[in-house]
């Protein structure tokens, strides 16, 4: 069950409440809804939960996708309190067990892909300020299945349409990674497939995520 530290009630939110208190509330009524997930705790990352999220997407790229830590790519991931929880358009989100173990983790922050090394049509369709890019879903292997990456990112889209400012959510995902692209096709829609380009450009697929694509799997309607 969501403790105290991963919901506010709904009548302790503000009327003019900051995005974060907006997506806890958001847990709340999520929590209501998902019981695949009951035995877990999504919510906001707070500086003790750091350690947690690193090694959880340190194990993520030297496990599933192979390449190791590779600076100019994971940056934020060596430094997730700069990367997330100052800027308050950003947010990094923790899967917490019953043990009260990090095991899966979802950022947004508010920076478009760039070009290079993305297609030129998708940085512009995408700009930073307006899109929100969704970061860093990863789960633990043995905690897959589970709903997890789901209500990850119901959350994160919950915070997007809170802060009011995105008009977009943008993600990338390397479809070698298994489940990856399956997950991310049943949730929004392909804008570039850089595979079908002539040389196979970075192999990534590029996808934008409707902001309310989760509304009914968060209200239960």
Do not use: K
């Amino acid at each position: 069950m969501i403790t105290e530290t991963c919901a506010r009630p709904v009548a302790d939110v503000p009327d003019r409440a900051h995005p974060r208190d907006l997506l806890m509330d958001q847990g709340a009524r999520l929590n209501a809804y998902d019981v695949q997930v009951h035995e877990y705790c999504v919510r906001p990352a707070g500086p003790d939960d750091l350690d947690g999220a690193r090694a959880v997407m340190l194990d993520t790229v030297y496990r599933d996708f192979g390449t190791g830590y590779v600076p100019r790519w994971h940056g934020d991931i060596v430094d997730p309190a700069a990367a997330y929880l100052v800027p308050a358009r950003h947010t990094l989100l923790v899967a917490v067990d019953g043990e009260g173990h990090v095991v899966g983790t979802g950022a947004l922050d508010s920076r478009g892909p760039l070009h290079p090394p993305n297609p030129r049509h998708v940085a512009e369709r995408y700009p930073s300020g307006a899109t929100a890019q969704l970061r860093r879903v990863y789960v633990r292997p043995e905690h897959r299945r589970r709903g997890l990456a789901r209500r990850l990112v119901a959350e994160l889209l919950a915070f997007a349409a809170a802060d009011g400012g995105y008009r977009a959510a943008y993600l990338h995902t390397d479809p070698s990674v298994e489940g990856a692209e399956a997950f991310w096709r049943s949730l929004g829609h392909v804008v570039h497939d850089e595979r079908q380009e002539p040389e196979g450009g970075q192999g990534i697929v590029h996808f934008a995520i409707p902001l309310n694509a989760l509304t009914l799997h968060i209200t239960g309607r």
